[in-house]
């Protein structure tokens, strides 16, 4: 990574936080970790209150990244890069005498769902409670729900705050719920997996939801529900998982992603020209749209493969992809599992949606559905 050569610009002197994140980002952009440890440091002594800093600057910095990356100006490994920066500013400042607290509250147990790998913002959550004043245990990353109920019946918390960023990973996120719930802990979710207005949160009968760090404390410090005597809702209440169609879809998986790459070259010639990496690109795509099927037929929720599909277009033509090359792996999906009613509909919502976007231009009639 180039370092940065650049005169240091001053550091603010006030309180406030986006001339703070602006420097923080720059530090981290270039990879300069003493510098963004540096400016965390000096917030803090300028009067920024550490929440503040967590939340509103740190906070702020990881959320540039994650748009940096889908408008395809930030690698993966200068991402992973610039999130590692900022989980070691984190670990300095919880360090730091003007950040630490001894707990005076209940114990707060912070878990990502199995299979999550995006564990910063639960450590975000983690920082913020310990400044109220909790006791939190932070288990990390993608942590296996045998692991984490051995855990509780460890430690007996107040209550679970479960992350979750990737919603192909609510069908885990609806088991581990309800696995906590026997176990007599409430728990708490949050994170983009669980949709913007907590629809997921409540379909899987979690005690509590909450958008964003901030308001999962807040959350917290108002009140926290009564212990569970009794799952409050069991994974096989949900009535459309019924016809199996999302057992069938996640068992056939493999085979769905290889057959409509194979199928995929006759229906999309470009793709006849692509190198060895591209074809494993595209497999991977065609993975992720099968996941979020999956997943959408879990939910019965036409929205979440709607919006994936939108968001994949998106992504594809910031990296120079066409993204009609969209219709056909959806045409041929629908194709391979026309026995499929529910997984028919969610396909037929995904390909007028594409063709409604103004980054799919009509494809000629050979790629045509």
């Known amino acids: 990574m180039t370092p940065d050569t650049r005169p240091r610009v001053p550091v603010p002197t006030g309180p406030g936080t986006e001339e703070w994140a602006d420097l923080l980002w720059e530090a981290v952009w270039y990879g300069d970790e003493q510098r963004a440890g540096d400016l965390a440091v000096a917030a803090l002594d300028a009067g920024v209150e550490p929440e503040a800093l967590f939340l509103d600057v740190i906070g702020a910095v990881q959320r540039k990244v994650g748009e940096e990356w889908a408008a395809n100006r930030m690698s993966v490994a200068r991402e992973h890069a610039a999130t590692a920066i900022n989980e070691r500013v984190i670990a300095a400042l919880s360090r730091h005498p003007a950040v630490r607290r001894e707990p005076t509250r209940g114990r ?13 913002p639960g450590r975000l959550l983690g920082e913020v409670l310990k400044l109220r004043g909790w ?15 051995g855990h509780l019946h460890l ?3 107040e209550a679970v705050a479960l992350s979750g960023s990737i919603a192909t990973r609510l069908p885990t996120a609806h088991a581990t719920i309800t696995a906590c719930q ?4 409430p728990v708490l979710v949050g994170g983009a997996a669980f949709g913007p207005d907590g629809r997921y949160a409540r379909l899987f009968g979690a005690d509590m939801w909450a958008p964003d760090a901030r308001a999962a404390a807040d ?11 009794l799952p409050h809702q069991a994974v096989d209440d949900l009535p459309h998982l019924a016809d199996q169609e999302y ?9 769905l992603v290889r057959e409509t790459l194979t199928d995929l070259e006759e229906r999309f010639p470009p793709m006849r020209e692509y190198s060895r990496t591209q074809r494993r ?8 749209i099968v996941d979020f099927l999956a997943t959408a037929l879990y939910t019965d929720d036409d929205d979440l493969f709607t919006g ?23 045409d041929l999906l629908t194709h391979r599992l026309r026995d499929l009613p529910r997984a028919v509909r969610l396909l037929h919502r995904g390909h007028r949606a594409l063709l409604d976007h103004p980054a799919v231009s009509v494809p000629d009639p050979e790629t045509a559905a």
């Open 155 to 157: 430690t007996g918390p």
């Open 247 to 255: 057992t069938l879809v996640i068992r056939s998986g493999g085979g």
């Open 308 to 330: 994936f599909i939108l968001w994949t277009a998106d992504v594809l033509t910031t990296r120079g992809v066409p993204a009609h090359s969209l219709l056909p792996v959806v």
């Open 281 to 288: 690109r595209t497999a991977e795509d065609i993975a992720h």
């Open 219 to 229: 959350r917290l410090d108002a009140g926290l529900p009564p212990r569970p005597s």
């Open 135 to 149: 006791r939190v245990d932070h288990l990390g990353a993608q942590v296996p729900t045998p692991h984490l109920i």
């Open 108 to 120: 707060i147990t912070i878990a990502c769902v199995d299979g999550e790998w995006h564990a910063l």
């Open 182 to 185: 026997a176990a007599g802990v």
